[in-house]
């Protein structure tokens, strides 16, 4: 891919401008190309198809693309190579007609084409003047009719609801058959998710994730831009501009996202809601900060193997890796990050695009932001620019499979921008292990506090309860577990699992285990408390983030009943010997020593709280 010189005194952070993002778009919507069918009415990509089948997927190929376009070719006022605009009119024309070999797909109830038919309305909202309103009638309404067949379609409980209402206010501007209850009825769905301070959970349950962003948000924003509704507008911006207050620190210092969730195969689609805000009025941020920050993102997944060397995104985070993908996703799945460029629709004289980046929070100073609505806490450190999520609360409880593997993507106790969980791996969890080898499983959260540098909650398996509190300082995480169990069980808390290219560099010794990458990054576990061992769990080929990996772990032995243990755990950039905390333990009660001579003391009776 080639790219414009980077523009360091525009840009004095990333070195990108729009230049840069219309640069990576026009690659990935040429790269495409040769993988379309006749007339472009699909784009078969290679790799792992779908639960869906190769037509479906030959749809969301041309679905998700076509977005990535119509930001394109709005964003430039139509004047873009005459062959963009003739690849999309023909697909779309192929793909409406019955007859064409390469039809697409009715609508039908809870089907994957529900969702791409929401990026086609879309698309063609953003394109009309150079596209749909230049077919001639009879053209119009076949596309209508196609998008006219999600009337009466049923949908999952969660962001689905939202793709019948941007395909239905579509419909009611060209004309097209349309129901005014299921715009209603999707947006009122929605009310019943908002937890506070601009956070949805995407259905019922405690579903937080990057959905709240690019659907929950995206959507009604949209809609409502499309609509004209501004009652409806005030409402969604005032959400927006609170979560984007939170949302902005979820960005390390070189751009990567913290690794949380389903779907993140999406990558640099995490910028949606931040270009959303500016696009819509409704963004706290400094203009020059919103582009520091999504350059940063774009230019951090580019510089990483995303597109690869034919141009394509594949299923994964940077390589191809598919553990990290969902039964629904296939080949051209990952073309839903084409939401990062919705930014292109700002003109270039916007400040957005005109104005020098300004600094992100984590180029300025360690971060602290407490989340009550989601469970979370974050802390990021300037120095080493990693941004680490501390999970009390979310955990998809709702759509888990009660018999299965707990999802290792919502219900860690942490997340990082520069690590990712392993499935059946030891990394991030407090696991209560039987005589018989059999783990506890921390499948429902129940959270307990949130406060700044404090957050808490609980789960419980059979037997066995834990109740956790986490205390912030700088880079690390101090753990407190209280543990109930039968006598013969044995306790293991596991730190942050590494991954590099090359097998990262282990240590451990009594009561000590790291892990470290040659960039410097470790990642620790030190036992503060209770804990009599220390270890190592290494695997190949099970991270997102590279082929080795290393997982820092603490054990103890569990009396039975009741017992408290205390352990560090850290991922950062360090120089010297990691941090060692005091911490004594009387009870229920936890007194910590901090790095910087602050006390924190922690009772861990009833419902944990902390008094610094």
Request: hydrophobic share 40%; charged share 20%.
């Amino acid at each position: 891919m080639r790219l414009p010189s980077p523009d360091n005194r525009l840009s004095p952070r990333t070195g990108w401008t729009r230049e840069h993002w219309e640069a990576v778009a026009d690659h990935l919507l040429a790269s495409v190309v040769p993988y379309a069918t006749d007339d472009f009415a699909q784009f078969r990509l290679p790799g792992r198809a779908s639960r869906s089948g190769p037509v479906s997927d030959g749809l969301e190929g041309f679905a998700r693309t076509f977005l990535l376009a119509a930001f394109r070719i709005a964003g430039a006022g139509g004047e873009v190579p005459p062959a963009l605009l003739e690849r999309y009119a023909s697909g779309l024309l192929a793909g409406t007609d019955p007859a064409h070999p390469y039809a697409w797909p009715a609508l039908t109830d809870m089907s994957q084409q529900l969702v791409e038919a929401a990026s086609v309305a879309l698309a063609l909202h953003e394109t009309r003047p150079w596209l749909f309103d230049r077919f001639s009638s009879a053209e119009r309404e076949r596309v209508l009719a196609w998008l006219a067949g999600f009337r009466g379609r049923r949908t999952p409980d969660n962001n689905w609801v939202l793709f019948q209402v941007i395909v239905a206010q579509f419909l009611a501007q060209a004309g097209g058959p349309y129901e005014p209850d299921e715009i209603a009825g999707g947006l009122a769905r929605i009310e019943e998710w908002h937890a506070g301070d601009g956070w949805y959970s995407d259905g019922k349950g405690k579903n937080y994730d990057y959905y709240c962003g690019w659907a929950l948000h995206l959507y009604p924003s949209l809609w409502a831009r499309m609509s004209g509704d501004t009652a409806r507008q005030e409402l969604y911006a005032g959400r927006l501009r609170r979560f984007l207050e939170q949302y902005q620190h979820f960005f390390a210092a070189d751009g990567g996202p913290v690794h949380q969730g389903r779907s993140l195969t999406y990558r640099f689609a995490t910028v949606a809601p931040l270009w959303l805000g500016a696009l819509t009025g409704a963004s706290p941020l400094p203009p020059g900060r919103t582009r520091r920050i999504a350059s940063g993102a774009l230019r951090h997944f580019t510089e990483r193997g995303a597109p690869d060397e034919r141009g394509l995104l594949t299923l994964g985070w940077y390589d191809p890796f598919e553990p990290i993908a969902q039964d629904y996703s296939g080949p051209a799945s990952p073309y839903w990050a084409s939401k990062a460029f919705l930014g292109l629709l700002l003109p270039p004289a916007h400040p957005v695009w005109a104005d020098a980046e300004a600094p992100a929070p984590v180029d300025l100073a360690d971060q602290t932001v407490a989340m009550p609505a989601p469970g979370w806490l974050l802390h990021a450190t300037r120095s080493d620019g990693v941004v680490r999520l501390v999970n009390h609360g979310s955990d998809r409880d709702r759509v888990q499979d009660p018999d299965g593997e707990p999802d290792p993507h919502y219900l860690r106790l942490a997340y990082t921008s520069h690590t990712g969980p392993e499935a059946g791996g030891a990394d991030n969890q407090l696991a209560v292990i039987s005589p018989d080898g059999t783990a506890s499983r921390r499948r429902r959260i129940e959270p307990l506090a949130v406060s700044d540098r404090f957050a808490a909650s609980a789960y419980r398996d059979g037997p066995v309860r834990v109740v956790t509190a986490s205390v912030v300082d700088g880079a690390a995480e101090i753990r407190i577990h209280r543990v109930t169990a039968p006598a013969g069980h044995r306790v293991r808390d596991g730190g942050h699992a590494l991954a590099s290219a090359a097998p990262p560099g282990v240590r451990e010794g009594a009561g000590l285990a790291l892990a470290r990458r040659a960039d410097g990054l470790t990642s620790v576990v030190r036992a503060l408390h209770g804990y009599d061992g220390a270890g190592l769990v290494t695997a190949r080929g099970a991270n997102a983030f590279g082929v080795h990996s290393a997982t820092p772990y603490v054990v103890a032995a569990h009396p039975g009943g009741d017992a408290v243990y205390v352990s560090l755990v850290l991922l950062g950039v360090l120089e010297g010997e990691p941090p060692s905390p005091a911490a004594s333990v009387e009870g229920d009660l936890v007194v910590l020593k901090l790095t910087g001579g602050e006390t924190a003391t922690v009772r861990m009776d009833g419902v944990p709280a902390v008094r610094w």
